[in-house]
């Protein structure tokens, strides 16, 4: 007998060595310190066992000093009652949990998105919970942004008396409005109608008109005040004027078309009255107060209404010019006249134009229609209506000068305020007034337009409004300040926004007389922000403030002087102040001799 051959044996795998525990705790406390989400266990007395570096500087105080405290005690009552529910509810459960709600932390609503997991023992008992916080107050913002900017798009579109469709390169509909519907469709709703092919749901009249319209899009590109004649649901005509845009996908190829039009027959009406006027109303046409005249292909006068043959007059000009080119009669015309009608005849599109000229010694400031009248399929005439518009435009000049004078007054009224202020706290006279001037140099040299420049300047002279609050014998105190006369001090920026408010200024003044106390890493008062959280106006006027009291008298104190000052904000630069603001501010006195304006003496 054949012996049977052994079939060797394979080499046993070896089972993955378990990582031992030291080296786990080491890969999640790396990976915990890593996040940029607050990471926290707690265990079932509701005691912290951990929080990573980030959660801890949220609340401002090292983890060592967490680690071991009950909840209750560190978090704000609101994010506590919230915390608090959902970390029973994992501990009752056994199971993750995933919120996303609306707290109170650090004295701000913010959105807290939460995911909790329960933690076992060896014995498979939850015996902590394991939580990972984020911060998503700026994304529900911007959802919340996103969702109401939709609604009112919707809403403008749906509400729009100009028809919106949308159609892809198939011509299939992919969106319209209900007036789109009541123009191309035949009155269909709007959900009848999209994904379905546009030219199917035509008729065949308006079908032909369409795709003219569609060919010229398609080679052109975007089209403007095309118009054209369709026909009713009863089967009377109108005529609509469309404009078409190009939507193009990534690769710059069209993905979609939007066409809007608007029923322009109430117009095309009354531009035919316009002609029909020659022959049988031409008393109506004399009567209007608008300059109209007609030219053809030519650019031969064949009409003129009464009130042109005025201006001519006025001009000392012939009347008696039909038959004339446009030229012939009115040699002074620049060669741009007869580029814009020689894009009218060509486009087949009203052209409107806005210019200024002078009659005798007065400036007539005008508003030109080049309107086309199309014969036999193209434009035979136009037909020029020059409405005067000096009027209109020099109310809208007065009317700018009246805001200008408005504006003067506002800023007189804040400088009055600041002259109240510096009469209550009269050993820092000034101090509002140079920390502008400083405050507004350093907008300038940062770039900023001169509308924000402006903002700035009217809030730093109002920024101590609020100490109208604080006591005479607190601000002109001689000696350092306890910590109760000190908080009353501080109290100073609310008490200004709280004025200030209610006042309509076109800049966020009460927000900077807020923040003016804010520094970059929450230390400043009186909400302790942070960053970006700080308006830039406040974060200027913050480096501004500082240089000018450092530099001035207190009568607690001697001033320290300007070097003193530069110290300061630069040790504080990235920490507390600006870092752009802190490098403008001393190029500005190291580099382009910047002072104070001299204090004035007092009698």
Same mark, same amino acid.
């Given at each position: ?129 394991? +939580?990972? !916080? *984020? /911060?998503? @107050?700026? #994304?529900?913002?911007?959802? $919340?942004?996103?969702? &109401?900017?939709?609604? %009112?798009? =919707? ?103 939007? +066409?809007? !039009? *608007? /029923?322009? @027959?109430? #117009?095309?009406?009354?531009? $035919?009255?316009?002609? &029909?006027?020659?022959? %049988?109303? =031409? ?120 805001? &200008? ?126 960053? &970006? ?71």
């Amino acid at each position: 007998m054949n012996a049977k051959k052994k079939t060797p044996k394979q080499p046993r795998k070896r089972a993955a060595k378990p990582q031992a525990p030291h080296e786990s705790e080491t890969l999640f406390r790396t990976l915990a310190e890593a996040a940029r989400d607050m990471i926290f266990i707690v265990d079932r007395q509701g005691v912290a066992l951990y929080t990573n570096s980030f959660g801890a500087n949220l609340f401002g105080r090292p983890a060592e000093e967490i680690i071991g405290r009950r909840v209750q005690d560190i978090l704000d009552p609101d994010l506590y009652k919230h915390q608090k529910d959902v970390i029973a509810r994992v501990f009752e459960t056994g199971a993750p949990l995933h919120t996303s709600n609306q707290v109170r932390f650090q004295g701000r609503e913010v959105w807290l998105d939460n995911s909790m997991v329960p933690l076992r023992d060896a014995s498979g008992e939850v015996f902590a919970v394991m +939580g990972i !916080a *984020r /911060d998503a @107050t700026a #994304r529900h913002q911007v959802e $919340e942004a996103l969702r &109401e900017s939709e609604e %009112r798009y =919707r809403t403008l579109l749906e509400t729009s008396p100009d028809a919106v469709v949308l159609v892809d390169p198939e011509a299939k509909v992919l969106y319209c409005n209900q007036r789109a519907s009541d123009f191309f469709f035949k009155g269909k709703r709007p959900e009848e109608v999209v994904g379905k092919e546009a030219f199917s749901l035509l008729s065949p009249q308006d079908r032909t008109h369409s795709r003219g319209i569609a060919d010229r899009a398609l080679s052109a590109g975007n089209l403007r005040d095309i118009e054209f004649c369709l026909s009713r649901k009863d089967g009377s005509p109108f005529y609509i004027e469309v404009s078409v845009s190009v939507i193009p996908d990534a690769q710059g190829q069209p993905k979609a078309y939007l +066409g809007v !039009a *608007r /029923d322009i @027959t109430e #117009r095309k009406r009354a531009e $035919e009255k316009i002609l &029909e006027s020659e022959l %049988r109303h =031409r008393t109506t046409l004399d009567s209007m107060g608008d300059a109209i005249h007609v030219v053809d292909r030519d650019l031969r006068l064949v009409l003129l209404n009464a009130r042109f043959k005025q201006w001519c007059r006025e001009l000392g000009l012939e009347t008696e010019v039909i038959g004339r080119t446009l030229f012939e009669a009115f040699p002074f015309l620049p060669e741009t006249v007869r580029e814009e009608y020689e894009q009218v005849f060509r486009t087949e599109e009203t052209l409107v134009t806005e210019e200024a000229s002078h009659v005798g010694e007065r400036e007539i400031i005008s508003e030109t229609r080049k309107i086309p009248i199309l014969q036999g399929g193209e434009v035979a005439q136009v037909v020029t209506v020059v409405h005067d518009i000096t009027k209109r435009k020099r109310a809208e000049e007065e009317l700018r000068k009246s805001l &200008e004078k408005l504006r003067q007054a506002l800023r007189e009224t804040i400088q009055a305020i600041a002259l109240i202020i510096e009469t209550k706290d009269p050993y820092t006279a000034g101090h509002q007034r140079r920390s502008t001037q400083l405050a507004e140099a350093l907008a300038r040299e940062l770039g900023l337009p001169e509308e924000q420049c402006e903002g700035i300047r009217m809030a730093g002279f109002i920024h101590d409004l609020g100490k109208i609050a604080v006591p005479s014998e607190i601000l002109s105190k001689p000696n350092p300040l306890n910590e109760i006369e000190r908080a009353i001090i501080q109290n100073h920026v609310r008490a200004g926004y709280e004025i200030l408010r209610t006042v309509e200024f076109p800049w966020p003044v009460a927000q900077v007389v807020l923040q003016h106390h804010e520094r970059l890493d929450g230390s400043g008062y009186p909400s302790g922000l942070t960053g &970006e959280g700080i308006l830039l106006e406040a974060r200027i006027l913050a480096v501004a403030d500082v240089v000018e009291a450092m530099a001035s008298y207190r009568p607690y104190r001697p001033a320290r002087g300007i070097k003193e000052a530069f110290q300061e904000i630069a040790q504080g630069r990235d920490r507390l102040y600006d870092p752009q603001v802190v490098d403008a501010c001393l190029k500005l006195f190291s580099e382009k001799s910047f002072s104070f304006e001299p204090k004035e003496e007092k009698g």
